[in-house]
């Protein structure tokens, strides 16, 4: 019959197979998380300017940047950055000197998550400054870094997205469509 040797082997067998079979579940349930439950957001290409003040006084000659959610999850501690980066010259290259421009309002708690099909505009935000953007890249070689830091609120894992504008046709005259659209109109 079976002899104890060839039980223990089985056993043996059967309980590595398990251990195995656990941390590969572990690793996959891992990746999903560190691709799924990031925060995505997109950032407006343009910066629009308002020149009006049809769309409210307080608006008029501001400077804005749109930021929508386009994660599945919620995202909260939502925190902007805008710097004015300036190259110079060192010793063997060229380095950035970098000036904070102040947004009005430079952080929101939360928004919603993505809705494909609906367009409330709860997963929408827009960043706003008075300081002149365009007197910053009129000068050659100057640039806008845009820094966005968010959680997503399902996984807690936060995320930093960028974008630069370095060319005055970067802004545009007008006001973002509402919700997820991202047309100056």
């Not at 925060?39 to 343009?46: L, R, T």
């Not at 930021?67 to 110079?88: G, K, M, Q």
């Not at 706003?128 to 000068?139: C, E, F």
């Amino acid at each position: 019959m079976f002899s104890l040797t060839y039980l223990i082997f089985i056993a043996d067998t059967t309980f590595w197979i398990g251990a195995l079979a656990s941390f590969l579940g572990s690793l996959v349930l891992i990746l999903l998380l560190f691709v799924f439950a990031k925060p995505k957001f997109k950032i407006s290409e343009e910066i629009a300017f308002v020149d009006t003040d049809n769309y409210s006084p307080e608006l008029k000659n501001s400077y804005l940047i749109k930021v929508t959610n386009r994660s599945l999850f919620v995202a909260y501690d939502i925190v902007a950055n805008l710097e004015s980066l300036t190259p110079y010259n060192v010793n063997c290259g060229t380095n950035d000197r970098a000036v904070d421009i102040k947004f009005i309002d430079p952080s929101t708690n939360i928004l919603d998550r993505y809705k494909p099909f609906k367009n409330d505009g709860k997963n929408a935000f827009i960043f706003r400054t008075t300081h002149d953007l365009k007197s910053i890249l009129k000068v050659h070689n100057n640039k806008l870094e845009f820094t966005l830091m968010a959680k997503n609120g399902f996984s807690g894992l936060s995320k930093m997205f960028k974008r630069e504008f370095s060319i005055l046709a970067d802004v545009k005259n007008g006001h973002f469509g509402f919700g997820k659209d991202f047309e100056i109109k």
